[in-house]
């Protein structure tokens, strides 16, 4: 599920449940398959990790994994601007600044194929049963980010 951005600034939210184990999921900026960022939330032997995965053209980083502390229930936040694209998780105790990314990494005239898509903010699921709630985008004031 995801929806086209509209506007350079923006806040998304969504409330991620992890049920069961062995589960990856998370929020994305997507342009297409060879140009995104994603923040990764995975369950795996009874603890959960954040990370960040990069895509652009043929190189592909997936940020050092976190372990947070925290019931399984989150809230993943992704906040743009004009320059870049900065991903959180919060828990109930804290707030994890997991990484960010160039918008220029996303934009059209960067990309090797040059097709006006736009980014889309979505969610995706890898494997397991995340349980996704409340997802909320919306276009923001750029001082107020």
């Not at 995104?36 to 954040?50: C, P, R, S, T």
Request: one cysteine or more; aromatic letters at 12%; proline letters at 1%.
């Amino acid at each position: 599920m995801g929806i086209r951005q509209t506007e350079f600034c923006s806040r998304t939210t969504v409330e991620l449940e992890l049920i069961g184990e062995d589960v990856k999921a998370g929020l994305a900026a997507y342009y297409n398959s060879c140009y995104y960022y994603a923040l990764m939330v995975e369950q795996k032997d009874g603890a959960i990790f954040v990370s960040m995965e990069k895509h652009i053209h043929d190189e592909k980083i997936e940020h050092e994994k976190q372990q947070i502390d925290c019931s399984g229930k989150l809230v993943l936040e992704l906040v743009s601007d004009r320059e870049n694209y900065h991903f959180f998780v919060k828990t109930e105790h804290e707030t994890i600044a997991v990484g960010k990314g160039c918008c220029a990494g996303l934009c059209t005239e960067a990309t090797m194929t040059t097709t006006f898509t736009g980014v889309l903010i979505g969610l995706y699921a890898n494997y397991g049963t995340p349980l996704f709630r409340n997802f909320l985008y919306q276009e923001t004031d750029e001082e107020k980010n």
